[in-house]
């Protein structure tokens, strides 16, 4: 995937395409399919089972029954909430969720996780385990990891660091990757 973004004129290109020309169904299918999305308030879908949940884009993505269920259960093993699968959101700590809707985003297998401030609603114990998971999805499974925060010391585990202040870049710098 080569993602390339023009500064100057406010433009990025994902896999060749423009996307700030791109038409909605096209749009839909690189959200879907090339960007899982993580959201600091979870969004699961509160009368939906874990399994269901992490199941959803691979149903919108034309994924049958059967492969999407063995899916949804290896992702659930790979962030550890295998035996909390059949569970509703409402019976899952906030860290619990947190895992699931990772799974959730890793389901169609994209190459770029966008994570909107994915610790900021957890305590920093439940954190770092998260900042874990991402770590091993970047290593082990090749992801990149795009990490929106307001915390220093999360921006300073990255590998780059890009400063924004009010819409516009003012600073792009080393992080520290310290894990």
């Known amino acids: 995937m080569v993602f390339w973004i023009d500064q100057l004129r406010g433009t990025y290109i994902l896999d060749g395409i423009d996307v700030g020309n791109a038409g909605d169904a096209e749009l839909s299918k690189i959200r879907n399919q090339k960007i899982g999305f993580v959201f600091q308030t979870y969004n699961l879908i509160s009368k939906t089972n874990a399994l269901k949940n992490v199941e959803l884009p691979m149903l919108y993505a034309g994924v049958g029954r059967t492969e999407r269920r063995k899916r949804a259960k290896e992702l659930l093993d790979l962030v550890e ?99």
């Open 81 to 179: 909430m295998g035996d909390r699968a059949k569970h509703l959101p409402e019976e899952l700590s906030g860290g619990q969720k947190q895992r699931v809707a990772i799974a959730r985003a890793m389901a169609n297998d994209p190459a770029i996780i966008l994570a909107d401030e994915p610790t900021g609603a957890l305590d920093s114990k439940t954190g770092r385990l998260v900042m874990d998971l991402f770590h091993k999805l970047n290593k082990e499974k090749k992801k990149t990891i795009v990490l929106i925060t307001h915390s220093n010391e999360l921006a300073a585990e990255t590998d780059r660091v890009i400063s924004i202040k009010d819409g516009n870049i003012v600073k792009v710098s080393k992080g520290g990757a310290k894990k």
